[in-house]
C-alpha cells in the first residue's frame, strides 16, 4: 500500500512538472514577444502601408494574412465536411476506402508545411503562373484540410447513435439528420476544429513563400500578389538593425492579437450553441 502511494506522488509531481514547463513555455514566447514588440507597436504599425524597412507599416500584411486565412480556411471547410461525415460509418460503412482516407489525411497532417510550399511552386511553374493571393489560398486550404477533417470527424463520433435513431424514427431522412441534428450537436465542436485550422493557416509561412510572394500594397485581386504577417516577422528579424527587428516582435504582436480575438469569438459563438448540445 504504501509503494502505491509513493508511486501515485511520483506520478502526480510529474504531472504538475509538465504543465508547469508547457504553462511557463507559452508565458515565456508571449512574455518576449511582448517585451521586444510593445515599444515598437504604434497606430502608424497598423494604418500604413508601404514597408517597414522605410519605416511604415504593416496593413498590407495584416489584410494580406486575413485575406489568405479566411480563403484557406473556407476552401478547405467546403472539402472537409463533406470527408468528415462520409468517414461516418453510416455513410461510408466503415470500407477500406476510409481507412485509407484516414492514412492519407494523417500523412497529409505530419506533412512539413514546405513540401506544400514546393508542391504549390512546381505546378505554378508547369502552368507559368506568379505568386498570387488565389494560390496562396489554394495552398493554405490544402495544409488545413486534414487537420480541419480529422478534428471534424472525431467530433461527429461523439454524437450520440440514439440521437440519430431517434431522428429517422419520426420519418428524417439521413440527410435530413446529418443537417439538423448531428450539424448542431457537434456545432462547437466544428467550429473548434475550424479555429485549429485557421490558426495553423494564418501563422504559417512556408507555405505561401513562393506562392503568395510579397508586395508593399494591398492586393486588389485574387491574382495579385500579398504580404503576410509571417513572411513580414521572416524578413523584419534577418536585418541586423536592432529597430527592424523590434518591429518585427511589434508584428507578432499584432499576429498573436488577432489569433487570440478569433480564440475569444469562438468560445462566445461556442457557448451560445452549447444550448442544443444533450448533455
Do not use: H
Not at 13 to 34: D, F, Q, R, T, W
Not at 125 to 148: C, D, N, V, W
Amino acid at each position: 500500500m504504501e509503494l502505491r502511494r509513493v508511486e501515485e506522488s511520483i506520478f502526480k509531481a510529474l504531472m504538475i512538472i509538465s504543465l508547469l514547463i508547457v504553462v511557463g513555455s507559452l508565458l515565456a514566447v508571449i512574455g518576449i514577444i511582448l517585451w521586444n514588440g510593445l515599444p515598437a507597436l504604434n497606430i502608424d504599425m497598423l494604418t500604413q502601408t508601404g514597408g517597414l524597412f522605410r519605416g511604415k507599416g504593416v496593413l498590407n500584411a495584416i489584410l494580406g494574412s486575413v485575406y489568405l486565412a479566411l480563403g484557406g480556411t473556407v476552401l478547405a471547410f467546403f472539402l472537409s465536411i463533406g470527408i468528415a461525415f462520409y468517414l461516418q460509418k453510416e455513410y461510408s460503412g466503415g470500407t477500406r476506402l476510409s481507412s485509407m482516407t484516414r492514412l492519407c489525411l494523417d500523412i497529409l497532417w505530419g506533412t512539413p508545411s514546405i513540401v506544400y510550399g514546393a508542391f504549390g511552386f512546381t505546378i505554378m511553374i508547369y502552368f507559368q503562373m506568379r505568386a498570387s493571393l488565389l494560390a496562396g489560398m489554394i495552398i493554405l486550404a490544402l495544409l488545413e484540410l486534414p487537420i480541419m477533417t480529422r478534428a471534424m470527424e472525431e467530433v461527429i463520433k461523439t454524437v450520440p447513435q440514439e440521437l440519430k435513431e431517434v431522428s429517422y424514427s419520426l420519418g428524417a431522412t439521413r440527410l435530413e439528420t446529418t443537417l439538423k441534428v448531428v450539424s448542431k450537436q457537434a456545432l462547437p465542436g466544428l467550429m473548434t476544429g475550424v479555429l485549429i485550422a485557421f490558426g495553423r493557416g494564418i501563422g504559417d509561412a512556408a507555405s505561401i513563400l513562393f506562392t503568395a510572394g510579397y508586395t508593399d500594397r494591398i492586393p486588389t485581386s485574387v491574382f495579385d500578389a500579398t504580404a503576410s504577417l509571417p513572411l513580414a516577422i521572416f524578413f523584419l528579424l534577418n536585418s541586423p538593425q536592432e529597430g527592424v527587428r523590434q518591429k518585427a516582435y511589434a508584428s507578432a504582436v499584432i499576429l498573436l492579437l488577432i489569433i487570440l480575438a478569433i480564440s475569444i469569438t469562438t468560445r462566445l459563438l461556442s457557448r451560445k450553441y452549447n444550448k442544443y448540445i444533450i448533455k
